[in-house]
């Protein structure tokens, strides 16, 4: 089935920056479209940003986009997500997940149906 293991997480202020990573095993890490999706207390999981299986493509949230990176190492079994300008609404518990082995680009990356593998989790707090 595979395993994803998160790490990078951590509290900072306002504007200062984190980086996220994400490494994969138990299958071909390169053949598969990745994400990062986020929960919040007492909200639902959502959509963060999700990369194709060769990085030539990338998805954002709206409230993300321009301050979010996505990448990923398919040698290194690693996708990363590098956070600048963070803000207190990005407080939340960060998630990596592979995406189903059908899914490879549009909007179903972009939808926590069609990933199949989760990390456990890395938690990100922003103070103001």
């Known amino acids: 089935q595979g395993q994803l293991v998160e790490s990078g997480g951590g509290m900072v202020q306002t504007g200062e920056s984190l980086r996220l990573s994400c490494a994969g095993s138990?299958?071909?890490?390169?053949?598969?479209?990745m994400g990062w999706f986020r929960q919040a207390p007492g909200n639902e999981r959502e959509f963060v940003s999700s990369?194709?299986?060769?990085?030539?493509?990338?998805y954002y949230r709206n409230s993300v986009q321009g301050r979010f990176t996505i990448s990923r190492d398919n040698a290194k079994n690693t996708v990363y997500l590098q956070m600048d300008s963070l803000k207190p609404e990005d407080t939340a518990v960060y998630y990596c997940?592979?995406?189903?082995?059908?899914?490879?680009?549009?909007?179903?990356?972009?939808?926590?149906?069609?990933?199949?593998?989760w990390g456990q989790g890395t938690q990100v707090t922003v103070s103001s």
């Open positions: 997940a592979r995406a189903g082995a059908t899914i490879r680009n549009g909007e179903n990356l972009m939808n926590s149906r069609f990933f199949d593998v």
């Open positions: 138990g299958w071909r890490f390169g053949s598969y479209a």
């Open positions: 990369i194709t299986w060769g990085g030539g493509r990338t």
